[in-house]
């Protein structure tokens, strides 16, 4: 029981996160970030073009191991471990567009369409459905694609977390920095991006009746 309680406890511990965010974080930050950090936006921005490479990759990587594998190839350990993070961010970048129409969610500034935003209008709030890029803040997608390929090599790769957190982090940093995202959208955006990652590598990571070791 102990076991399967961890998991839930920690499926549970996003929404009062982000709700949290969305009460006391979420408006003060944008305002911090507009307001202080407007001199150095060039380089956050720059952070956030990290994640660029991600979905062509992702793409690429998976087109070549579904041609490989009609050629006879039959990926060891390493070969699966890259599977799973090209279906990781795969996965994440097809949820992350779902939700963002679900939730609705104004963005902290007016980036496209003269969508209406918070540092303008002082427009905060959810608006389920309502469709439209001025719409569409949560959870953050840059976020999600880069945790998902990261979440899905945290498990083989122990001693190299924190090579691959800094990616996640840096991304964070420039999202917040150039007042792109609220907090709680990259909140929500990091646990969809590892329940990927975590959920391809659980897919990928083992042989049939073979369990999963973690490389030394």
């Known amino acids: 029981m102990g076991g399967r309680l961890g998991p839930l406890l920690v499926v549970a511990s996003c929404p009062v996160l982000v709700t949290l965010c969305v009460a006391f974080v979420d408006r003060p930050a944008a305002f911090l970030s507009h307001a202080d950090l407007a001199g ?4 956050l921005v720059a952070l956030t073009h990290l994640v660029d490479p991600v979905p062509p990759l992702a793409v690429a990587g998976a087109a070549s191991a579904g041609l490989a594998a009609l050629l006879g190839w039959r990926p060891g350990a390493v070969g699966r471990s890259l599977i799973a993070c090209c279906l990781a961010a795969l996965v994440a970048i097809a949820l992350k567009d779902q939700l963002k129409l679900a939730f609705g969610r104004l963005w902290p500034e007016t980036w496209v369409q003269n969508n209406p935003s918070l540092i303008r209008d002082d427009a905060y709030g959810f608006f389920p459905f309502h ?26 790769l122990p001693r190299w977390r924190p090579i691959l957190a800094l990616p996640v982090v840096l991304v964070m940093v420039g999202l917040f920095g150039a ?31 073979t369990p999963f070791a973690p490389e030394p």
């Open 179 to 209: 007042d792109y995202h609220f907090v709680g959208d990259m909140v929500a955006g990091l646990y969809l991006g590892a329940a990927c990652g975590v959920g391809a590598a659980a897919l990928l990571g083992r042989r049939p009746g």
């Open 40 to 43: 150095q936006r060039w380089a």
């Open 131 to 156: 469709g439209g890029p001025g719409w569409s803040s949560f959870p953050s997608g840059h976020t999600a694609m880069m945790t998902a390929p990261m979440a899905a090599l945290w498990g083989r």
